[in-house]
């Protein structure tokens, strides 16, 4: 079983919707992470949480809004999809070692909006 | 602040040829550490190494070699006869030392390169 779960896996979507991307994990991992991808771009944070009461803005959190459900549990929100939010989303863990910060990721959640 | 430049958008080659994906960083840190990502066709991203700013010692595996040069900030991949299963976009990302200025240790993403192997 894959340790970073993303669902769903796809989705296409309507302007202005409501949109819950979920990611679950099974590594224990304190840290979780939402990132997006667009071409040509790299992968851009959005949110992350190093704990259940901890959630920080990314490079990019206008327009998402994120819920620390529980330690597995990440979900990234889209309160009113717009089409500019069409992109392939990332969750990925965070183990904290030594001096850095290794990161998990999820297979990734395909986003349209129409 | 920190940033990682990916100057070649995309590179093409045919099969068997070598291949080399450049990567600079920029960094106020003495203490950082460096990434190689790769994202097939299917869209994971697959972890190929990752090398911390004291250890320079240049490191192979398999047809793959990495080249980091902190003189240049340079951290460059090489894919020694490439095959088409190789076709991917590979990103470089940077993560400063947890702690550091405030860093939190996050990871900042080049824009990826896009390899083509044609056979």
């Known amino acids: 079983d894959a340790d970073v779960t993303q669902t769903p896996r796809n989705r296409i979507t309507k302007t202005g919707k409501r949109i819950m991307l979920e990611c679950s994990q099974t590594k224990g991992h304190d840290r979780m992470y939402w990132y997006r991808q667009d071409p040509g771009l790299g992968l851009r944070l959005i949110y992350y949480?190093?704990?259940?009461?901890?959630?920080n803005k990314g490079e990019i959190s206008d327009g998402y809004s994120v819920s620390r459900q529980a330690q597995a549990k990440f979900s990234l929100s889209l309160e009113s999809a717009i089409p500019n939010q069409t992109a392939l989303y990332f969750c990925?863990?965070?183990?904290?070692?030594?001096?850095?910060?290794?990161?998990?990721f999820g297979p990734g959640t395909r986003l349209t909006v129409l | 602040a920190q940033k990682v430049t990916q100057a070649q958008t995309e590179i093409s080659v045919v099969e068997k040829e070598d291949v080399t994906l450049d990567c600079v960083y920029e960094t106020r840190d003495t203490t950082y550490y460096l990434f190689w990502y790769k994202q097939p066709p299917s869209g994971e991203l697959v972890f190929l190494i990752r090398r911390n700013s004291f250890d320079e010692q240049n490191e192979i595996s398999g047809r793959y070699s990495w080249n980091f040069q902190k003189s240049t900030s340079s951290f460059n991949f090489t894919i020694t006869a490439s095959q088409v299963v190789d076709s991917a976009v590979y990103f470089c990302a940077l993560s400063e030392e947890e702690g550091y200025g405030g860093s939190q240790g996050n990871l900042i993403f080049g824009k990826g390169t896009k390899l083509s192997v044609k056979p």
């Open positions: 949480s190093f704990d259940v009461k901890d959630i």
């Open positions: 990925a863990t965070g183990a904290e070692l030594v001096g850095y910060n290794e990161q998990f």
